[in-house]
């Protein structure tokens, strides 16, 4: 058990619809990012937060957003979805810089 | 822009021989790289971090290189065995940026 949790684990919706992955840390990290894992694909890395900032980003689609709230959690919000937004999406964190990641484990969503 | 290689091609080799995976990055400088262990379907693992000032990092069976001239870290596990059968991502990184994984090389070890 890393200590990061996502919720939920799987998410079976349809094209066009919005939905919302919820990202705990690990106690005490600041540091949160997201990625993207289509099938047998590598991670892709969407966003970085640092104690509620925005960081760094990449290539983060304009229909996705995602934040950083004041007790740390995180959210990454998937809008207008489309059948190629089907992946596995991790939220990893850690304490801070130079340090290492722990991944949580994944979302799973399916856009039908 | 900066780009992160590792061999795509799967990786096989026989239970107890020495697995060595290659990991080059261009156009940027770490201060240190990181590897991780990805199996199916899972979060990656943390492995081991090496800075640029260390050329060499060991943790039990794993070993890593980190050569700044040739812009080059080699991942080697010794003695290996099944269990060791994974994608193992490597992940240069130069400080308060954000963190990118190479696409990772498949390791298969067979009994």
């Known amino acids: 058990d890393s200590g990061v949790t996502q919720t939920p684990k799987h998410l079976i919706t349809a094209t066009g619809q919005r939905v919302t992955l919820r990202c705990s840390p690990r106690?005490?990290?600041?540091?949160v990012y997201w990625y993207q894992q289509s099938l047998d694909q590598g991670l892709q890395f969407l966003i970085q937060?640092?104690?509620?900032?925005?960081?760094a980003k990449g290539n983060i689609l304009e229909r996705f957003s995602a934040q950083q709230f004041p007790d740390l959690h995180s959210e990454l919000n998937l809008s207008s979805l489309e059948l190629g937004d089907s992946a596995l999406y991790f939220c990893?964190?850690?304490?801070?810089?130079?340090?290492?990641?722990?991944f949580g484990q994944g979302t799973r969503l399916t856009v039908v | 822009s900066q780009k992160i290689e590792q061999n795509s091609e799967a990786l096989n080799i026989q239970e107890g021989k020495t697995a060595t995976l290659t990991c080059n990055y261009t156009?940027?400088?770490?201060?240190?790289l990181q590897w991780y262990r990805q199996d199916p379907g899972r979060g990656p693992v943390f492995l081991l971090l090496?800075?640029?000032?260390?050329k060499e990092k060991r943790k039990e069976r794993l070993k890593v290189t980190f050569d700044t001239t040739l812009k080059q870290s080699l991942f080697h596990i010794t003695a290996s065995q099944p269990a060791d059968s994974a994608t193992y991502l490597c992940?240069?990184?130069?400080?308060?940026?954000?963190?990118?994984f190479g696409t990772g090389t498949r390791l298969l070890v067979s009994p």
């Open positions: 156009n940027y400088s770490p201060a240190y």
């Open positions: 106690s005490g990290d600041l540091s």
């Open positions: 992940a240069p990184n130069t400080g308060f940026q954000k963190l990118v």
């Open positions: 937060y640092y104690n509620g900032e925005e960081r």
């Open positions: 990893a964190s850690s304490p801070g810089v130079g340090t290492e990641a722990f």
């Open positions: 090496i800075r640029e000032n260390e």
